[in-house]
């Protein structure tokens, strides 16, 4: 009993260890964020990201300070533009109420393909704090990336994950999620309520 109970820890730990990031955070929020984030308006949020060509320390320090960023925040991804950084690196936690779910962190993303399903979906950002509106996507997408040390991985995401995927993806682009707002009456009530300009919006649709 106690062999096998023994064993099937050491299994579940494997299993742990294969499938987490090994970047390890706590979830409260900080006092003060360390890094800022940029709002709707700042040209920042509109420049390109470029790849990164050596996953090492520094990254991962970054990884772990856009971490405590994003908890503090109350967010479920952020990407590096959004922090002022324009590297291909972003950070997801659909589960930010539970300590134990590891985030998942995607150095540059590249979406291998689109399923041909869309959805439509209510969408919010940590650059347009307060503003949530629907906007459609594929809702399934196969992608190549790299994790927080450097390794080639694969997924397959559907459902919230491979929104929140899209959204951040789009962040690498310069691309904000209200650009691709169909309804311009709802994006132009929901800007000006929450102290935003439309000029600052680049349709895409
Ligand atoms: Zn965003």
Not at 48 to 58: E, G, Q, T
Not at 62 to 85: D, E, W
Request: charged share 25%.
């Amino acid at each position: 009993m106690r062999f096998s109970l023994a064993r099937s820890f050491a299994q579940l730990a494997k299993k742990a260890e294969k499938g987490s990031s090994s970047i390890a955070v706590t979830k409260e929020p900080t006092k003060k964020p360390l890094l800022e984030i940029h709002q709707l308006g700042n040209a920042e949020l509109r420049e390109s990201a470029k790849r990164i060509s050596k996953v090492d320390d520094s990254v991962r320090t970054l990884i772990k300070n856009m971490l405590h960023s994003m908890y503090s925040a109350k967010g479920i991804g952020l990407a590096a533009p959004q922090v002022g950084i324009h590297k291909q690196l972003l950070v997801i936690d659909l589960d930010i109420e539970n300590a134990a779910t590891p985030p998942i962190v995607l150095i540059n993303p590249e979406i291998t393909e689109f399923g041909a399903s869309l959805e439509t979906y209510e969408e919010g950002c940590l650059s347009i704090p307060g503003v949530y509106l629907n906007v459609i996507r594929p809702s399934i997408i196969k992608l190549n990336y790299r994790d927080e040390m450097g390794r080639p991985k694969k997924m397959n995401a559907d459902g919230l994950l491979s929104r929140c995927i899209q959204h951040e993806m789009d962040h690498l682009n310069g691309v904000l999620f209200v650009d691709r707002v169909m309804n311009e009456d709802d994006l132009n009530k929901e800007l000006t309520e929450h102290g935003f300009n439309k000029k600052d919006v680049i349709a895409l649709t």
